[in-house]
């Protein structure tokens, strides 16, 4: 069974930095394009940013600038380099794997939490 | 503001049958695939429908999926307590070249 697992989130000041990351396994990950998705707090979901297997990326208009998406393909995971913090930046983040035909997601990590605040 | 709408909430009785609609545009829902994903309070999103219409192994037929134009719907017959969830719709948008999930949708099986 596909596995994706977040870790990294935690408490950070406004203005800080933080990075995601995600391991995968049970699939051969160089082959995938990965996504991030965050939900706000009682809030819905929210793409952030796609990486395709061949490295090309999206973001958000919302993060573009300040988040980057980014992949080790040699130790099968994903990252999300998070600069300029804010507080409406603070959601659980979600790692999910695209379909193997890049028409959408199909698996999703258990999240990790960022928390921003002074 | 979402780039796809989605009713907030809908409600129904156990057994009963409920729809929950997802509106674009050209953009996205009219050119694009749509899949739709159930959240249960506490959990991660998973995978209902795909290409607008496919279900994954392992969900069962009760979950039925359409789309027509620029607009999709997702159908739940023989509802059960377990169904309450919030769903989301989703597409790529080829203007904004990302993603765009609607805003979700509480069901509440009375």
């Known amino acids: 069974e596909v596995q994706l697992v977040e870790s990294g989130g935690g408490l950070v000041k406004p203005g800080g930095s933080l990075t995601l990351s995600c391991a995968a396994s049970?699939?051969?990950?160089?082959?995938?394009?990965m996504n991030w998705v965050r939900q706000a707090p009682g809030k819905g979901l929210e793409w952030l940013s796609s990486i395709t297997s061949t490295n090309y990326k999206y973001s958000a208009d919302s993060v573009r600038g300040r988040f980057t998406i980014s992949r080790d393909n040699a130790k099968n995971s994903l990252y999300l380099q998070m600069n300029s913090l804010r507080a409406e930046d603070t959601a659980v983040y979600y790692c999910?794997?695209?379909?193997?035909?890049?028409?959408?997601?199909?698996?999703w990590g258990q999240g990790t939490l960022v928390t921003v605040f002074s | 503001q979402s780039v796809l709408t989605q009713p907030p909430s809908v409600s129904a009785a156990p057994g009963q049958k409920v729809t929950i609609s997802c509106s674009g545009s050209?953009?996205?829902?009219?050119?694009?695939?749509v899949s739709w994903f159930q959240q249960l309070p506490g959990t991660a999103p998973r995978l209902l429908m795909y290409?607008?219409?496919k279900r994954p192994s392992g969900i069962p037929d009760r979950f039925s999926a359409s789309k027509s134009g620029t607009s999709a719907t997702l159908g739940i017959t023989g509802l059960q307590t377990g169904d309450e969830a919030d769903y989301y719709c989703?597409?790529?948008?080829?203007?904004?070249?990302?993603?765009?999930f609607g805003g979700g949708t509480k069901l509440t099986v009375l």
């Open positions: 049970e699939f051969t990950f160089n082959t995938y394009g």
């Open positions: 989703v597409s790529w948008d080829t203007s904004l070249s990302g993603k765009v």
């Open positions: 999910a794997r695209e379909t193997w035909n890049d028409r959408g997601i199909d698996y």
């Open positions: 050209s953009s996205n829902i009219g050119n694009n695939y």
């Open positions: 290409e607008d219409n």
